[in-house]
């Protein structure tokens, strides 16, 4: 099992940028495949993006293509996805998850986007 701990949540702009971390204990956390997802209210929980073991691969919902990128650093433990031109529509809680089946999820962090 690999804990994770997201952050960089907060109120921005319709616009501007966050950069959010999510960080993970453990040694295996280089072993997995990680991703965010997000959950605006009243809606279900989607897929946001996803990177490979070794960043060789990643993916992107298309609502956020070309705005948002994902990337990892495996000395830091550490997965990002740094989000430009946000959108009210971005607004929700976003989730790191890792491993299998995206097996491991932390506990969230709160993006709101405001008009």
């Known amino acids: 099992q690999v804990p994770l701990v997201e952050s960089g949540g907060g109120l921005v702009q319709a616009g501007g940028s966050l950069r959010l971390s999510c960080t993970a204990s453990g040694r295996a956390f280089s072993s997995y495949g990680m991703g965010w997802f997000r959950r605006a209210p009243g809606k279900e929980r989607e897929f946001v993006a996803g990177i490979g073991r070794s960043a060789d691969s990643t993916s992107y919902v298309d609502s956020v293509k070309g705005r948002f990128t994902i990337s990892r650093d495996n000395a830091k433990n550490t997965m990002y996805l740094q989000m430009n031109s946000l959108k009210p529509e971005d607004t929700a809680v976003y989730y790191c998850?890792?491993?299998?089946?995206?097996?491991?999820w932390g506990q969230g962090t709160q993006v709101t986007v405001s008009s």
């Open positions: 998850a890792a491993g299998p089946s995206y097996s491991v």
